[in-house]
């Protein structure tokens, strides 16, 4: 950009304050030194982390996998996000405030575990309390007095229904 504001007559005091500034600008915000060195690591790193094959690795670590124990043998589910269990053990976690056990009936007692909502006891959907039906269906259907005796001169023939010439058809329906 300099060798073009520059010519045989020099540059005017407002040119050299412009070219000034657009060197500052340039270089504005540019890392140099250690701080580029640091900055460039830490791109390469968001990319690998990024990258799908580092997403699976990422997952497969034992930090990742459920920390219960089943039979003497550690389940090898996928934990929740933040938590330390998957969502078949995550009622194991004592600290958890999200998930409770399914109360289940006296005859099929349930553990299952559900998700903390609105109600006092939460269930899973086998065991959930549906509440009575509102709505009552009628066994037949009643035709009210009034209709059966209509007299038949209320309605018109499909002769009556034709367009006729003293109107247009869009005004005919």
Not at 64 to 69: G, N, P, V
């Amino acid at each position: 950009g300099s060798s073009l504001l520059t010519g045989p007559e020099g540059l005017l005091a407002k040119e050299r304050e412009n070219l000034r500034r657009l060197k500052c600008l340039r270089r504005y915000r540019q890392r140099y030194g250690v701080e580029a060195l640091l900055h460039r690591q830490l791109r390469e790193r968001r990319v690998l982390a990024s990258d799908g094959t580092a997403q699976q690795a990422h997952t497969t670590r034992s930090s990742q996998r459920c920390l219960a124990f089943v039979d003497d043998v550690r389940c090898s589910n996928p934990s929740l996000p933040l938590s330390r269990h998957c969502l078949l053990h995550i009622c194991q976690d004592t600290n958890q405030t999200l998930f409770k056990p399914c109360q289940g009936s006296e005859e099929v007692p349930c553990n299952k575990p559900v998700p903390v909502s609105l109600s006092e006891e939460p269930c899973c959907p086998l065991h959930l309390h549906l509440p009575p039906q509102m709505y009552v269906p009628e066994q037949g259907l009643a035709v009210p007095q009034e209709l059966e005796g209509a007299p038949s001169d209320l309605y018109l023939s499909a002769a009556e229904l034709q367009p006729t010439e003293s109107l247009p058809l869009e005004f005919s329906d």
